[in-house]
């Protein structure tokens, strides 16, 4: 069994409750950092962590935090980037359903390490219900006295609020959230400035993945330099994995980062091997932007070395053979599925999510859809697959955010590494979903 | 939103009349408002027409949309722009329920596209269309992080995971029986559907 730090009181009874969750240990970084550390020394500890954002990015949090302006009398903001849309995330919806306030002590510590005395959760739409829990916890944690005037009678003040959006992937992109937060359409924001000098309402802020800021309370509660013993390298502390697709056990995992891939997909004590006794084909290991890999490259590297569950030992190879950690969001895919028509979901996704401000992003994500939709109706040809590769590398890198790169990765890998699926289709002009059975009267229920 | 477009002022003139906030979700509207600095209320905007949505019919009619800029002292354009963007916002009616089934890659590899259909066998409705009583309205969704219980619909503030035939059939009744789904002003998130 691997350390957890996030997760391991998930099935304490009533844990999401102040009570219960003080009785496990809960607010202890609180009361460490406002009683016995300035705000300088927790971000020191942050960074000591080598704590990376565990949106997508992998982006040093204590580098992020320090490159914060702090301008004399002008208030500083954090932001909890809750808007998790990223096909096959689901962490921190678990993380929050299961364990609020551990989100809240997050955000209490973290805000107090910045200079924040107001900070925002923003959750997407669709989380209704996880954003009343997460109100649920912060009505009984300002009762508490956790937040509000003078925290455990220090100087210290923080009001915290959830604001839920309304229904939009690019708001997890971080200037489209404060654009949203501000009550406007989720257009990124052309940087720089970057929201450390002018984000929400102009003025400096920080945001924050869900996970990262749990993250920083047992940061607090070990120090950063026992939390960077953890994992493997510039890797370091757990990682939540949400496993989904073609595996006997769906779900939220917390791993120490360096799990090789094969037995997070096989072991017992996460996935638990393929649904069905079927042979596996392919994994998005990070989100649906990352690149998906065959078997072969997703269960070791190019150079013949166990994959890891790294950020590193994923990336082996660069997109040619590797892929990246990216958000977590494991997607499994036994040997019957269709890459192609997997693709078209995700492409489908990126052309419905596209903000529409770039017009490589807003037309080329249209134009894919298109052609993928040839493939299914089996009307494309073969030149369709160049013509397809055609578009996606011209919308990589022009874009003002990275949704067009999370757009077109997804395309140009499932034709790197299966090209020859999207040839049949063209030879035989038939699409043959084999993937698409009844399935639903096999599954568990 | 100019009213020009939406008929005769006259007209507006008598329906915007008719739309105000109950005291219950108007106490809501001012909690919401008072989560953001003075002079930063458009902030509220997004929570403030989830509020209208479900107190209005599920849809925001222009004129609910220029109510819901006059209580944010904002300009009717400035919400029209924000419900337009963001794909909760319906701008044309709906049933009581709106089922809103995922299709994204892991709720497609778990049998998403096998739940539509039964669904639109069912209602014998087709996806984007609204039963002729009035009560369900079907319509697919992105990836609404519920990948790890795949397949998945959305029926207002309701997940409903791992889904089966059988499961589609009790959820459907059940909704029929209570004659409504749950929204953003309910405030029990424990309640069942």
Not at chain 1, 136 to 159: F, M, P, R
């Amino acid at each position: 069994m691997g350390k957890k730090l996030l997760i391991h009181n998930d099935k304490v009874p009533g844990i999401e409750t102040l009570n219960v969750y003080l009785a496990h240990g809960g607010y202890a970084s609180v009361e460490k950092a406002l009683k016995t550390m300035t705000p300088d020394q927790v971000t020191e500890e942050v960074k000591k962590s080598g704590l990376r954002g565990r949106g997508g990015a992998g982006f040093p949090t204590g580098m992020k935090w320090s490159f914060l302006a702090k301008p004399e009398g002008v208030p500083r903001y954090l932001v909890c980037n809750a808007d998790e849309s990223e096909p096959g995330t689901f962490k921190d919806r678990y993380l929050m359903e299961k364990i609020p306030h551990a989100l809240i002590e997050g955000m209490i510590t973290s805000s107090y390490a910045l200079g924040a005395n107001l900070s925002y959760i923003y959750i997407r739409g669709e989380y209704f219900y996880v954003a009343r829990i997460l109100e649920t916890a912060i009505a009984e944690a300002y009762a508490a006295g956790w937040l509000g005037k003078n925290i455990l009678g220090t100087n210290y003040s923080l009001d915290l609020h959830v604001q839920v959006g309304g229904g939009a992937y690019i708001c997890g992109e971080e200037t489209a959230l404060l654009e949203s937060l501000e009550g406007k359409r989720g257009n990124p924001r052309i940087k720089p400035p970057f929201p450390a000098v002018a984000g929400l309402w102009g003025c400096p802020t920080v945001v924050n993945n869900v996970e990262t800021i749990a993250a920083v309370c047992p940061i607090v509660m070990m120090g950063g330099e026992e939390y960077a013993k953890i994992g493997i390298g510039k890797s370091t502390g757990t990682k939540l994995i949400s496993a989904s697709g073609h595996i006997n056990k769906p779900g939220v995992y917390e791993i120490e980062l360096g799990v090789p891939v094969e037995e997070f997909i096989y072991s017992e004590e996460y996935c638990g091997g393929i649904r069905n006794g079927k042979k596996l084909k392919a994994v998005v290991a990070g989100g649906s932007s990352v690149p998906i890999l065959p078997t072969e490259l997703i269960l070791k590297t190019a150079k013949g070395e166990p994959r890891l569950m790294t950020y590193e030992s994923l990336a082996d190879g660069g997109f040619q053979t590797g892929t990246m950690l990216g958000s977590g969001g494991f997607i499994v895919m036994d040997e019957d599925t269709s890459i192609v028509k997997n693709l078209f979901t995700f492409t489908r996704f990126y052309h419905h999510e596209s903000c529409g401000q770039c017009s490589p992003c807003r037309e080329g994500t249209g134009w894919m859809e298109k052609i993928l939709k040839k493939f299914l109706n089996g009307t494309a040809n073969e030149s369709d697959v160049e013509l397809l590769w055609d578009i996606q590398s011209k919308i990589e890198g022009k874009t003002i955010c990275p949704l067009g790169e999370a757009a077109a990765w997804p395309v140009a890998a499932a034709i790197r590494h299966f090209k020859h699926e999207f040839l049949e289709i063209a030879k035989s002009k038939k699409f043959v979903d084999i993937s698409h059975y009844e399935r639903l009267n096999k599954i568990r229920v | 939103m100019g009213s020009q477009v939406h008929g005769t002022q006259e007209f507006n003139k008598a329906k915007r009349a008719e739309i105000k906030f109950s005291d219950e979700a108007m106490k809501i509207v001012q909690t919401i408002i008072s989560h953001y600095p003075q002079g930063k209320q458009k902030s509220a905007l997004l929570p403030v027409l989830h509020v209208a949505q479900a107190e209005f019919g599920g849809w925001l009619s222009p004129e609910v949309m220029d109510y819901v800029a006059s209580i944010l002292n904002i300009k009717p354009i400035e919400v029209f722009e924000v419900a337009s963007f963001y794909t909760m916002y319906n701008l044309k009616p709906v049933g009581k329920c709106v089922l809103e089934v995922c299709q994204t890659s892991s709720c497609w590899l778990s049998g998403a596209e096998d739940i539509v259909k039964y669904i639109e066998k069912k209602l014998s409705i087709k996806v984007g269309e609204t039963t002729k009583d009035g009560m369900f309205t079907l319509k697919v969704a992105e990836c609404l992080g519920s990948c790890g219980t795949a397949p998945m619909l959305q029926c207002g503030a309701s997940f409903h995971e791992n889904l089966t035939y059988e499961k589609v059939d009790k959820i459907l009744d059940e909704y029929k029986t209570v004659g409504k789904q749950r929204s953003y002003t309910d405030l029990d998130y424990k309640n069942t559907l």
